[in-house]
């Protein structure tokens, strides 16, 4: 069983922006998650650090999240700047930093719909793939959620699609934790990232939210051909998510420019 946590000890002020640093509004914010076995994981992140499990129907499991979103308002957090919008899904799993203690998250990469891409992708060498992103999605303003969802990339890196839907029926449940707060923390609020540059060698960022006002959905159909190309999620299983979240929009600040580490 996981600790229980409370959010509130997790919340902090937001960093003040400098230099080149990002504010970015994040629409049809969803985190589509799964929880598969950990010898899936062997071999993908340094021995730095280890997969924060938890325990399904009595099996030590780790969790992954594929979290698509439009990023709409795409500026510098300090100067004026153009406004951008881009559609952009991140693959990401749950770990903790042996080092620092901090849960945090292994970034396999992303597909990103813009020109922007050779930024990210060649001057920091980040794991960063063009991808054609398409969103149709219906929110109803009365009833405040998604009668529709669906989102579609073509990518040779990571095909994808997905088809959410939310109704009065939809509830939180996550096995493994004591009690929603306390996987809402885990699933919604790492700030810090890992991952491997294309170069190879060990890169990280940090980011900063408020609390993100997720809600419940169910997933119609999934198909994330990443996951199942490096086997941590067969595609007969990628319509049997752990938990599916939405946020309509949400607002985060991205510190720039990552770091380097070795």
Same mark, same amino acid.
């Given at each position: ?92 799993? *749950?770990?903790? $930093?042996? #080092?620092? =203690?901090?849960?945090? %998250? @292994? ?8 020109? &922007? /891409? ?77 991952? *491997?540059?294309? $170069?190879? #060698?060990? =890169?990280?960022?940090? %980011? @900063? ?8 959905? &169910? /997933? ?43």
């Amino acid at each position: 069983m996981q600790e229980a946590r409370k959010m509130k000890d997790y919340l902090i002020e937001r960093p003040k922006p400098t230099g080149i640093d990002v504010l970015c509004s994040l629409k049809h914010f969803a985190i589509i998650t799964y929880a598969v076995p950990t010898a899936r994981f062997q071999g993908v992140f340094p021995e730095r650090f280890q997969l924060d499990t938890v325990e399904v129907d009595g099996q030590e499991m780790g969790l992954i999240s594929v979290v698509p979103f439009i990023d709409v308002d795409f500026t510098s957090a300090v100067f004026p700047f153009p406004k951008s919008s881009m559609g952009q899904t991140n693959y990401r799993i *749950y770990i903790i $930093d042996t #080092k620092t =203690g901090e849960r945090c %998250v @292994w970034f396999l990469g992303t597909t990103l719909d813009s020109w &922007t /891409l050779a930024v990210p992708r060649y001057l920091w060498n980040l794991p960063w793939y063009a991808g054609q992103v398409s969103f149709q999605c219906c929110f109803n303003q009365t009833t405040k959620m998604y009668d529709k969802y669906q989102m579609k990339t073509q990518s040779s890196w990571a095909q994808a699609s997905v088809e959410l839907v939310q109704s009065k029926n939809d509830s939180f449940n996550f096995p493994g934790f004591p009690n929603t707060e306390s996987a809402l923390v885990y699933l919604t609020h790492p700030l810090a990232g890992f991952y *491997y540059r294309r $170069d190879g #060698k060990l =890169g990280t960022y940090r %980011v @900063w939210h408020k609390e993100l006002e997720v809600k419940p959905a &169910t /997933l119609l159909s999934a198909k994330f051909k990443l996951l199942s190309d490096l086997g941590i999620v067969v595609e007969s299983e990628q319509n049997s998510p752990y938990s599916v979240l939405i946020e309509p929009i949400n607002e985060f600040t991205i510190y720039l420019p990552p770091t380097v580490i070795g």
